[in-house]
């Protein structure tokens, strides 16, 4: 039973358009979300988190949004650039307890 | 330059053989982690410390094996790798459990 799903595989969209990602948990015991970004070879890195007592949460052109009644989470990323081009991994903790990711959805930022 | 680093980056391994795969952050973070992941997966939690002295058990931790001996230093050891621990292996840090997580490069491990 995977608690945190990213139904879209991958994703590709014009520079300069908008990005969204979506996330969705059933565990409504999750109370942190975070996202991190991974490019081909390396390890992920965070990019954005946000808390359960909050419905958005904005650093610079990524903003991510949390709808608790319908257990989604997405991220928004405007304006898109080709560097954002990478796999995008949402995750989910619970009481500051362990972290479990979704399986990641591939970005590609066309010029 | 601060971060954590994993080695080795790769390693073909025969089935049955001992590996122990070494993960080092000089972040003086608290908590470590190994995941893994696999083709087109999310990554799943192996094993995970806390803090220097403790380690829990993740969501697939069969046929793996943790250590925290100090904070910066958590191996992952194989002790008869099987051809299903093919996989990437990433380790990663964080200041506590609170925190974000600061991953490794990976190591690439294949099991013939």
């Known amino acids: 039973d995977q608690q945190v799903k990213q139904n879209s595989p991958s994703l590709s969209v014009q520079e300069g358009r908008i990005s969204i990602l979506n996330c969705d948990y059933t565990?409504?015991?999750?109370?942190?979300f975070l996202w991190y970004k991974k490019y081909p070879a390396e390890g992920p890195t965070f990019l954005i988190s946000i808390s359960s007592i909050k419905d958005k949460n904005e650093d610079g052109r990524f903003t991510v949004f949390l709808n608790k009644s319908a257990k989604h989470l997405s991220l928004h990323i405007v304006p898109s650039q080709p560097g954002d081009s990478a796999v995008y991994f949402c995750?989910?903790?619970?009481?500051?307890?362990?972290?479990?990711f979704g399986d990641g959805t591939t970005l590609t930022v066309k010029p | 330059i601060a971060g954590i680093t994993q080695a080795p980056t790769s390693q073909i391994l025969a089935a049955g053989r001992r590996m122990t795969l070494r993960c080092t952050q000089d972040m003086r973070h608290n908590a470590m982690y190994w995941y893994r992941q696999d083709l087109g997966l999310g990554l799943r939690l192996i094993h995970y410390s806390n803090t220097a002295g403790t380690t829990g058990k993740g969501e697939v931790p069969d046929g793996y094996s943790v250590s925290r001996a100090n904070t910066d230093d958590f191996p992952l050891t194989l002790a008869s790798a099987v051809p299903s621990q093919t996989s990437v292996y990433f380790c990663?840090?964080?200041?506590?459990?609170?925190?974000?997580?600061?991953f490794g490069p990976g190591t690439r491990l294949t099991v013939l």
């Open positions: 565990n409504s015991m999750f109370d942190y």
């Open positions: 990663a840090s964080s200041e506590t459990t609170l925190n974000e997580q600061f």
């Open positions: 995750a989910a903790r619970a009481n500051a307890g362990k972290s479990t």
